[in-house]
Structures are given as structure tokens and as C-alpha cells.
């Protein structure tokens, strides 16, 4: 049975919220189940939420202010997608914050903090062939880190970039051999970390992210291939070469 939340001020039963649209529309696009390219469209959520157009509409909106959304001609409000360029400039500040969480945490994790990171890693290589499962775990170490190096303004710094690397898109770790590669340095810098090295650490930590920026780069270039193969009788291409 189900009990009614009471008002303690008044002592009267308070009447249902609504659902929050916008946090829930931008935790889906946070979490990559709504994915860059993706249309949203207000009728279908404002079946899905049981709401009026009018707020689904103002939560569109918000994200588009937030820089998640974007207006696209003949389609409305879809994901943003990031621009080469800014992919470059997001992985530069990750390969920066992550490396100085590790170097933070090798000189301020806990010994129990210290104790998850690994046990993460070994039930990371019991899910290497799940990439989406890994995906999730993935963020979840890397916060780990964040909250092991015990400062709060570097946790700040990272969030700031929480809604960019939404955007990105697919993970990396569906690439041939990156889930592997990726557990090996996870493993490599709790190692780091566990022998109060903080160099080395910070040197793990930044190789791990140009290595994802590698293979980001190479997915992005596979993409460029297969729109440039798909067929399009309407508009036949030539080599650019």
C-alpha cells in the first residue's frame, strides 16, 4: 500500500510532483541513453511523461541553453554533437584533471579507497566483452579517483565537463583490443596510486586518456569513411584526392 506524503507544516497530505523533465531528459543524454543525433520530440515526451507540450517545450529549451540541444531545420531539437576541434580541446583538460586526481589520490586515498579501485578493476575484467556494461564502470572508476584525491575543486573542474563528454558520443571501448587495453590502465594506475607514487601516476593516468583519444580519433575517422562509401544516388561523390 502505498502512503501518502504528509506536509508536516500543515499537517495535509501533499499532492503529487511532476515528474522534472529536463533533470530526467538530461541525466538519459549524461548517462548516453539518449545519444548525440538523437531527435526529441515534444509530442512523444509529452505522452511519456503524462505532461502538457508547455513544459516539455521549456525543457527543450533549457538544455538547448545548456549547449546539449540544438535546433536543426526540418528535424527540431536534437543531441549536440561535438565538433573535431572541441573533441581535441575536451581530451586535452581530461588528460590534465585526470592526471593530476591520480597524482592527487596517490598521495590521499585511503587504504580502503584504494582497496575498491582494485576490486573494480578485477569485476571490470569478468565484463571486458560488455562494453556497456564497462562503459558505466568505466565512469564509475574514474569518479572513484576524483573523490580519492580529496579535492573538492578538482571534482568541481571535472563536473564542468560532465555535459561535454556526454557528447562524444559511442565509447571507445567497443574498438577491437580498447576494453582490454583500457582495464590494463585502470590497473596501471591504481598501482601507481597504491605505491604512493604520484609521478607515475599522473604519467598512467595521462596515458590512459591519450590512448582513449587515439581511439576516439580513429572511430571518428572510420565514421568519415562509411558516410563517404554509403550510397547516395542523389548525390554522387568524387575521390578528394
Known amino acids: 500500500m502505498r502512503v501518502a506524503q504528509v506536509n508536516f507544516a500543515t499537517g495535509q497530505p501533499m499532492k503529487p510532483t511532476r515528474p522534472d523533465i529536463f533533470e530526467a531528459l538530461q541525466a538519459e543524454i549524461l548517462e548516453g541513453a539518449i545519444r548525440p543525433g538523437d531527435r526529441l520530440k ?64 596517490a598521495q590521499h586515498a585511503s587504504e580502503t579507497e584504494i582497496a575498491a579501485m582494485e576490486d573494480q578493476v578485477a569485476r571490470d575484467r569478468a565484463m571486458e566483452h560488455r562494453p556497456d556494461h564497462l ?16 579535492n573538492r575543486f578538482l571534482v568541481k573542474s571535472s563536473d564542468a565537463l560532465a555535459e561535454a563528454l556526454a557528447l562524444l558520443g559511442p565509447t571507445t571501448l567497443t574498438a577491437e583490443g580498447r576494453a582490454h587495453q583500457s582495464i590494463d590502465e585502470h590497473a596501471g594506475i591504481v598501482a601507481a596510486i597504491k605505491r604512493r607514487d604520484p609521478t607515475a601516476a599522473d604519467h598512467a593516468a595521462r596515458h590512459h586518456i591519450r590512448n582513449a583519444f587515439k581511439t576516439r580519433l580513429m572511430q571518428l ?14 548525390s554522387p561523390r568524387g575521390s578528394r584526392d
Open 42 to 105: 515534444e509530442a512523444d515526451l509529452a505522452e511519456r511523461f503524462g505532461l502538457s507540450r508547455t513544459p516539455v517545450r521549456e525543457a527543450l529549451r533549457r538544455l538547448e541553453t545548456r549547449g546539449l540541444l540544438v535546433h536543426e531545420p526540418h528535424k527540431g531539437m536534437v543531441v549536440a554533437e561535438l565538433e573535431a576541434s572541441a573533441i581535441g580541446e575536451l581530451y586535452v583538460m581530461r588528460e590534465i584533471l585526470d592526471g593530476a586526481a591520480a597524482s592527487l589520490a
Open 135 to 150: 562503459a558505466a564502470s568505466n565512469r564509475a572508476f574514474h569518479a572513484a579517483i576524483y573523490r580519492a584525491a580529496h
Open 221 to 234: 575517422d572510420q565514421r568519415a569513411i562509411d558516410d563517404e562509401l554509403a550510397p547516395d544516388p542523389g
